[in-house]
């Protein structure tokens, strides 16, 4: 791609940087290690430009650099990355009328092979270079392997087998779709959706036909029963004592359903919301734990052994987890989506088992709104993602912590239904009346203080009628 001035003119007014953009203002230079961190770190998110000569910070301008002036320094940095890393690096010399600018064309890893700097392997968080997690290097080498989802679950299977072994019927009926007259009516359509293949033998049942649609997991490998979810419930607000242990063994989209209903039935009452509605209403909204259970099902990590799903009930809390790290911050949760696992997503999603386009979450805050309960938690550990519905509490006993999520949850919401929260939504959101307003207000400074939230100053800059947006928009 050849760089010119009409490019970097449309860099700068990019909203953010993206993944496969970096700008450094290097004015006075810049350190040879910096940009060989920099130049593996976008080798190993698929290639980019690394810009020096531009500030970072929104608005963007162009400030001119003196990093690499003269031709020798130029040659040199150029071979040390081509020696360090045996790609080829282009660099591009822009005279903006503002100041001399150097682009860095950085190409894309080999495939399975990301790039190391000392045996540290770099990739970018915000405006930091940090090392690649184990799950991330783990996805990586296992590029150009064949897909897990791909991969038999059951070999040579007889048609009457693979009818046996796969609830067809149930996946007919969320497909929305006529049930066949023959049995190769059946085995076509799932042909056709590369669940199963036919070999010389007869047919190949693929891991993403098992983990789907398995009448019985443990019918093709104790490996693929190992996958299927968890459910624990406890009888106080610990793992003391055990009230059920119940481990799945169905497929996730023909044991969905009932899934949720029973993990649904086995939650408490919230007496609160049931003193307003003159009726029996259980503690965690249905949508809630719908949507969350599908996200933990959806984007677990499949390469992770003798881990699985786990939805763990407390007196006061259900915790969702899944094996694996997001690819995305979980402050992003709410307006960012990217899957890990495109095929079971597109199909999940096909079979009315959850939503692609990433709207999941937002359902989740706004249930937890409606049902006036503490703003739900995304806790990342070291080896699973967890999200946490809390039962209801008043405001009065929330912590500071507690209060300034929801208030950031709030905010994210707001912005992405194309509204700006203010003093009286976060009231509204917390169930508090007016005579609130100066404890809102503090929960609102907490949360800017820790740069959760920012004041949208295109609206106004009077205090008393402040809107306010997320950190990130």
Same mark, same amino acid.
């Given at each position: 791609?050849?760089?010119?001035?009409?490019?970097?003119?449309?860099?700068?007014?990019?909203?953010?940087?993206?993944?496969?953009?970096?700008?450094?203002?290097?004015?006075?230079?810049?350190?040879?290690?910096?940009?060989?961190?920099?130049?593996?770190?976008?080798?190993?998110?698929?290639?980019?430009?690394?810009?020096?000569?531009?500030?970072?910070?929104?608005?963007?301008?162009?400030?001119?650099?003196?990093?690499?002036?003269?031709?020798?320094?130029?040659?040199?940095?150029?071979?040390?990355?081509?020696?360090?890393?045996?790609?080829?690096?282009?660099?591009?010399?822009?005279?903006?009328?503002?100041?001399?600018?150097?682009?860095?064309?950085?190409?894309?890893?080999?495939?399975?092979?990301?790039?190391?700097?000392?045996?540290?392997?770099?990739?970018?968080?915000?405006?930091?270079?940090?090392?690649?997690?184990?799950?991330?290097?783990?996805?990586?080498?296992?590029?150009?392997?064949?897909?897990?989802?791909?991969?038999?679950?059951?070999?040579?299977?007889?048609?009457?087998?693979?009818?046996?072994?796969?609830?067809?019927?149930?996946?007919?009926?969320?497909?929305?779709?006529?049930?066949?007259?023959?049995?190769?009516?059946?085995?076509?359509?799932?042909?056709?959706?590369?669940?199963?293949?036919?070999?010389?033998?007869?047919?190949?049942?693929?891991?993403?036909?098992?983990?789907?649609?398995?009448?019985?997991?443990?019918?093709?490998?104790?490996?693929?029963?190992?996958?299927?979810?968890?459910?624990?419930?406890?009888?106080?607000?610990?793992?003391?004592?055990?009230?059920? =242990?119940?481990?799945?063994?169905? @497929?996730?989209?023909?044991?969905?359903? %009932?899934? $949720? !209903?029973? &993990?649904?039935? /086995? *939650?408490?009452?919230?007496?609160?919301?049931?003193?307003?509605?003159?009726?029996?209403?259980?503690?965690?909204?249905?949508?809630?734990?719908?949507?969350?259970?599908?996200?933990?099902?959806?984007?677990?990590?499949?390469?992770?052994?003798?881990?699985?799903?786990?939805?763990?009930?407390?007196?006061?809390?259900?915790?969702?987890?899944?094996?694996?790290?997001?690819?995305?911050?979980?402050?992003?949760?709410?307006?960012?989506?990217?899957?890990?696992?495109?095929?079971?997503? =597109?199909?999940?999603?096909?079979? @009315?088992?959850?939503?692609?386009?990433? %709207?999941? $979450? !937002?359902? &989740?805050?706004? /249930? *937890?709104?409606?049902?006036?309960?503490?703003?739900?938690?995304?806790?990342?550990?070291?080896?699973?993602?967890?999200?946490?519905?809390?039962?209801?509490?008043?405001?009065?006993?929330?912590?500071?912590?507690?209060?300034?999520?929801?208030?950031?949850?709030?905010?994210?919401?707001?912005?992405?239904?194309?509204?700006?929260?203010?003093?009286?939504?976060?009231?509204?959101?917390?169930?508090?009346?007016?005579?609130?307003?100066?404890?809102?207000?503090?929960?609102?400074?907490?949360?800017?203080?820790?740069?959760?939230?920012?004041?949208?100053?295109?609206?106004?800059?009077?205090?008393?009628?402040?809107?306010?947006?997320?950190?990130?928009?």
């Amino acid at each position: 791609m050849t760089i010119t001035l009409e490019t970097l003119q449309h860099w700068l007014t990019a909203p953010a940087e993206s993944e496969h953009l970096e700008f450094k203002e290097a004015k006075s230079g810049y350190q040879n290690e910096k940009l060989l961190r920099y130049c593996a770190a976008l080798a190993n998110e698929g290639g980019g430009y690394l810009v020096l000569g531009v500030g970072d910070k929104l608005p963007r301008r162009v400030v001119g650099s003196q990093a690499f002036v003269a031709a020798t320094e130029l040659n040199h940095i150029k071979k040390v990355i081509t020696d360090k890393f045996r790609f080829r690096v282009e660099v591009m010399e822009l005279q903006h009328p503002d100041g001399r600018v150097l682009v860095f064309a950085i190409p894309s890893r080999p495939i399975g092979h990301p790039i190391d700097i000392d045996g540290a392997y770099p990739m970018r968080s915000g405006e930091s270079l940090v090392n690649m997690t184990p799950d991330m290097l783990k996805r990586i080498f296992a590029e150009g392997q064949p897909d897990w989802f791909a991969q038999a679950a059951k070999s040579d299977a007889g048609a009457d087998e693979v009818i046996a072994l796969l609830d067809t019927q149930t996946y007919f009926d969320l497909a929305k779709l006529p049930f066949p007259t023959s049995r190769d009516g059946v085995l076509e359509r799932l042909s056709n959706e590369n669940l199963i293949a036919r070999t010389s033998r007869g047919w190949s049942i693929s891991n993403l036909a098992a983990i789907l649609l398995a009448k019985k997991l443990d019918a093709f490998s104790p490996e693929l029963a190992r996958k299927a979810p968890r459910v624990v419930i406890y009888e106080g607000k610990d793992k003391t004592n055990t009230r059920e =242990d119940k481990p799945g063994n169905r @497929g996730y989209a023909v044991g969905f359903e %009932s899934l $949720v !209903d029973f &993990v649904h039935s /086995a *939650a408490p009452q919230n007496r609160s919301i049931e003193e307003v509605v003159r009726e029996e209403v259980k503690m965690f909204p249905k949508q809630a734990l719908r949507e969350l259970i599908a996200n933990a099902l959806v984007h677990q990590d499949f390469l992770e052994t003798g881990a699985s799903v786990m939805i763990e009930m407390y007196a006061d809390r259900v915790e969702i987890s899944n094996p694996g790290k997001p690819p995305i911050s979980v402050e992003r949760f709410i307006d960012e989506y990217r899957s890990r696992n495109e095929r079971l997503a =597109d199909l999940m999603r096909r079979l @009315g088992i959850c939503e692609e386009k990433g %709207s999941g $979450v !937002d359902k &989740v805050i706004k /249930a *937890a709104e409606v049902f006036q309960l503490p703003a739900p938690d995304f806790r990342v550990g070291a080896m699973r993602t967890t999200a946490i519905l809390f039962a209801h509490q008043d405001f009065s006993c929330m912590s500071k912590a507690d209060r300034v999520r929801a208030c950031y949850q709030h905010c994210c919401l707001m912005y992405v239904s194309n509204q700006r929260m203010s003093n009286q939504s976060l009231r509204a959101r917390f169930g508090v009346p007016e005579s609130k307003v100066a404890t809102v207000s503090v929960v609102i400074a907490a949360a800017r203080e820790a740069n959760l939230i920012k004041a949208d100053e295109s609206e106004t800059t009077s205090t008393r009628y402040a809107r306010y947006l997320p950190f990130w928009a």
